[in-house]
């Protein structure tokens, strides 16, 4: 079963390399569509690679940050409206006579999402694993659009722009990122952790 899995992520690896190295910009901007609408196409590596193109000149380091990053946004917002118009679905759907989810429920989600949600896009994005799935409540929440975009926009920037410039940085060796995501991800966490924290601190007082 582990040998299967190997197998499947080095294809991967290798269909990942070869689309960007043949389509360039386009082959970034499909491969980021499939990663944000949250399909098993990881940025960690379509990302470093685009940024090891760059170093060899290949690419440009401006125009596949912001190829990588609207096609993020494009992937976010399928996420998001299947959020949305699942939720609906859902709501109207009755299981032994029950709805699934209440409208009270609904409405402390809304609720939460307004008060919480712009920190927590903004977060989420910056985490792998949860980066992509954030989308899916806050369409369901019916968080506002405007803000939505906002957010995972500028998570979405910090997120492309760091893998781009590792892989650019790293040049050659630029499949160490994925060899250190396990790091980075603690990394992150802990971060997130201890800056959630002084927020709440100080909004508490």
Known sequence: MVYVSFEFLEDVFVDIKDTISLWGYPGIF?????ESSSLPVPSEIILPFSGFLVSTGQLNLWITIIVATVAAIVGSMIDYYIGLKGIEALSKRRVLGRTLFS???????DKWFIKYGSLTIFLARLIPG??????????????????????????????????????????????EVTSVSHYILIA???????????YLIRRRK
Do not use: E, H
Not at 103 to 109: K, P
Not at 188 to 198: E, F, G, K, N, Q
């Open 130 to 175: 949860i980066r992509t799935l954030i989308s899916f409540p806050a369409g369901a929440a019916k968080m506002p659009i405007t803000k939505f975009l906002i957010y995972t926009t500028a998570g979405c920037i910090i997120w492309n722009s760091l893998l781009v410039y590792v892989g650019y940085y790293l040049g050659n060796n630029w499949t």
């Open 103 to 109: 409208m009270d429920q609904l409405a402390f989600a």
């Open 188 to 198: 992150v966490i802990v971060a997130l952790a201890v800056a959630i924290s002084v």
């Open 30 to 34: 499909g491969l980021m569509i499939l």
